[in-house]
């Protein structure tokens, strides 16, 4: 499956914006998706996940309450909501999938080995 990471770009701190993650070439719906980012000098991180049904999602302590993980199987689309963004928010965001075939439709993964495919990044600048 191949995967098109969007919906980057610059705001002001207490911004928003929405990240989209499209999915061609697979039946989405076997897929679990995360987000990860990589900050400047820094290593790739968990954001969060959301299970292959759309009815689990799961988001690392520095996002919660402030992202949204949200898909809509029928277009083949994730989307990242982020709310409240900080300066600390800034980094290239990065959509993948995980084969969850078989699995709960609550089942999710926070790994980043354990997703099959990657999007490229998308470029999220917060100013302060």
């Known amino acids: 499956v191949q995967l098109q990471a969007s919906g980057g770009g610059s705001v002001q701190a207490g911004g928003s914006l929405r990240l989209s993650c499209a999915a061609s070439?697979?039946?989405?719906?076997?897929?679990?998706v995360g987000w990860f980012r990589r900050a400047p000098g820094q290593e790739r991180e968990f954001v969060a996940a959301?299970?292959?049904?759309?009815?689990?999602?799961h988001y690392a302590s520095s996002v919660k309450g402030r992202f949204a993980f949200s898909r809509d199987n029928a277009k083949n689309t994730a989307y990242l909501q982020m709310n409240s963004l900080e300066p600390e928010d800034t980094a290239v965001y990065y959509c993948?999938?995980?084969?969850?075939?078989?699995?709960?439709?609550?089942?999710?993964?926070?790994?980043?080995?354990?997703?099959?495919?990657w999007g490229q990044g998308t470029l999220v600048t917060v100013s302060s």
């Open positions: 959301i299970s292959w049904s759309g009815d689990k999602t």
């Open positions: 993948a999938a995980a084969d969850l075939r078989g699995y709960s439709m609550l089942y999710y993964v926070t790994q980043d080995h354990e997703y099959d495919f």
């Open positions: 070439g697979g039946t989405f719906s076997h897929y679990g």
